[in-house]
């Protein structure tokens, strides 16, 4: 599966986004979707899931503010209170089987959307 990741941007503290990753291939709707972030100097961490049967996982400190989607085609995460803390690289990745927090335990990666928070 080709995975490509779109809709950063700039936005103010406390605005909004929405990330989509679209995918090809006939099988997408058997893998994991999960998206990723990485800071300047910091590893990259896992942010959101969502499983072949929409089954969501989310990060504790994301809980309530993203929120993540699918359907047969794409995923979105959608970024809601922004802070400035979320200034990252958002990459979203596919697997076969559980949610999985990660990165080594992805196969495919879109090539990651910037998004630059504000104060």
């Known amino acids: 599966v080709q995975l490509q990741a779109s809709g950063g941007g700039l936005v103010q503290a406390g605005g909004s986004l929405t990330l989509s990753c679209a995918a090809s291939g006939r099988t997408f709707s058997i893998y994991v979707i999960s998206w990723f972030r990485q800071a300047p100097g910091k590893e990259r961490e896992f942010v959101a899931g969502?499983?072949?049967?929409?089954w969501n996982t989310y990060a504790d400190s994301v809980k309530g503010r993203f929120t993540v989607s699918r359907d047969n085609a794409k995923s979105t995460l959608q970024i809601n209170s922004l802070k400035p803390e979320d200034t990252a690289v958002y990459y979203c990745?596919?697997?076969?089987?559980?949610?999985?927090?990660?990165?080594?335990?992805?196969?495919?990666w879109g090539q990651g959307t910037q998004v630059t928070v504000s104060s």
């Open positions: 990745a596919a697997r076969v089987g559980a949610v999985h927090i990660a990165p080594t335990a992805y196969d495919y």
């Open positions: 969502i499983s072949a049967s929409s």
